[in-house]
């Protein structure tokens, strides 16, 4: 499956952004969906998870209340809803596909399709 991610950019601290994450190639509800951000200089680190069907999200612990995942699988395309955006948020935003679909891993291994990355900026 091919994952394009868009909707990153420049936001000062409090605001929101949305991101998407299209999806083509493959049948999208036959994956889980996981975005995962990564900073200069640092790792990259879980951010949000969501089952094929949408019933069952996971977030870490930094995001969550903040951060809200969803998918739309009519359209092939899940979503990252960004709120109350902090600098320490700011990283490259990557998407990935997971072919447990039942499941909401925060592994970076367990992810089998990788999209090519979004710029989040938030200022201060």
């Known amino acids: 499956v091919q994952l394009q991610a868009s909707g990153g950019g420049l936001v000062q601290a409090g605001g929101s952004l949305r991101l998407s994450c299209a999806a083509s190639g493959r049948t999208f509800s036959n994956y889980a969906m996981g975005w995962f951000r990564q900073a200069p200089g640092e790792e990259r680190e879980f951010v949000s998870a969501?089952?094929?069907?949408?019933?069952?999200?996971n977030y870490a612990d930094s995001v969550k209340g903040r951060f809200t995942i969803s998918r739309d699988n009519a359209k092939n395309t899940v979503y990252l809803q960004m709120n109350s955006l902090k600098p320490e948020d700011t990283a490259v935003y990557y998407c990935?596909?997971?072919?447990?679909?039942?499941?909401?891993?925060?592994?970076?291994?367990?992810?089998?399709?990788w999209g090519q990355g979004t710029q989040v900026t938030v200022s201060s």
């Open positions: 990935a596909a997971d072919r447990s679909r039942s499941l909401t891993s925060s592994r970076i291994r367990d992810y089998d399709y």
């Open positions: 969501i089952t094929w069907s949408g019933d069952r999200t």
